[in-house]
């Protein structure tokens, strides 16, 4: 089974912009996270999507925001870029098992200047 | 308020020795508790997972131990290696079927040859 792909890998911004970002989850999984890490905070959680709804969303600004499409791949957008949302974002999906075993990408490095 | 605690400073140890890494938490009542592997720019790694009614778990040479009581889950890897070297996440879920663990910031492991 191929794994969580997420894509861009790197990307730089200027403040002000907006980004998307993709994730294509492991196949059959209907749940897909997404994550910001940063040193300072850690894994912070943005939202979660199970079958194109968006079933939980944690503490972030609305400028964070997200989809799911039909085939579970997903989307996140962020909107006029601070310098602040330099991080790595991840993606994890899960078949909300037994074991709520998260299965994330590579992550995508968004730097803002 | 809510905390999950683990150490920052990186734990150094020779190879050959376990390593024992904690995860402290407060306020919380996980119904399971995780632990990932982290290596630089990559996404986390699922290891293990242990239920609130589960006192020990192991896998080949990974030990996790939870204590509800004491509000506590280490962690231990036995005969370590240079290839243990990483970066290790707890993470907890309160479930209730949410299946968004809340991460620790992890603790550093760099195991000498």
């Known amino acids: 089974k191929a794994g969580v792909t997420q894509t861009p890998r790197y990307l730089i911004k200027t403040r002000g912009q907006q980004v998307t970002l993709s994730c294509s989850p492991i196949?059959?999984?209907?749940?897909v996270s997404w994550y910001q890490q940063t040193p300072g905070q850690g894994l912070q959680f943005l939202f979660e999507?199970?079958?194109?709804?968006?079933?939980n969303k944690g503490n972030f600004p609305g400028r964070f925001s997200g989809r799911q499409f039909s085939n579970s791949r997903s989307e996140m957008n962020v909107s006029t870029l601070e310098l602040g949302d330099s991080a790595l974002y991840l993606c994890?999906?899960?078949?909300?098992?037994?074991?709520?075993?998260?299965?994330f990408g590579e992550g995508s490095r968004l730097t803002v200047l | 308020s809510q905390k999950i605690e683990q150490n920052s400073e990186a734990l150094n140890i020779q190879e050959g020795k376990t390593a024992t890494l904690t995860c402290n938490y407060t306020?919380?009542?996980?119904?399971?508790l995780q632990w990932y592997r982290q290596d630089p720019g990559r996404g986390p790694v699922f290891l293990l997972l242990?239920?609130?009614?589960?006192k020990e778990k192991r896998k080949e040479r990974l030990k996790v131990t939870f204590d509800t009581t004491l509000k506590q889950s280490l962690f231990h890897i036995t005969a370590s290696q240079p290839a243990d070297s990483a970066t290790y996440l707890c993470?907890?879920?309160?479930?209730?079927?949410?299946?968004?663990?809340?991460f620790g910031r992890g603790t550093s492991l760099i195991v000498h040859p």
């Open positions: 994890a999906s899960s078949d909300r098992g037994d074991t709520g075993e998260l299965f």
């Open positions: 196949s059959g999984h209907r749940s």
């Open positions: 999507y199970f079958s194109e709804t968006q079933r």
């Open positions: 306020n919380y009542s996980p119904a399971y």
């Open positions: 242990i239920r609130e009614n589960e």
């Open positions: 993470a907890l879920d309160e479930s209730g079927g949410s299946y968004i663990p809340t």
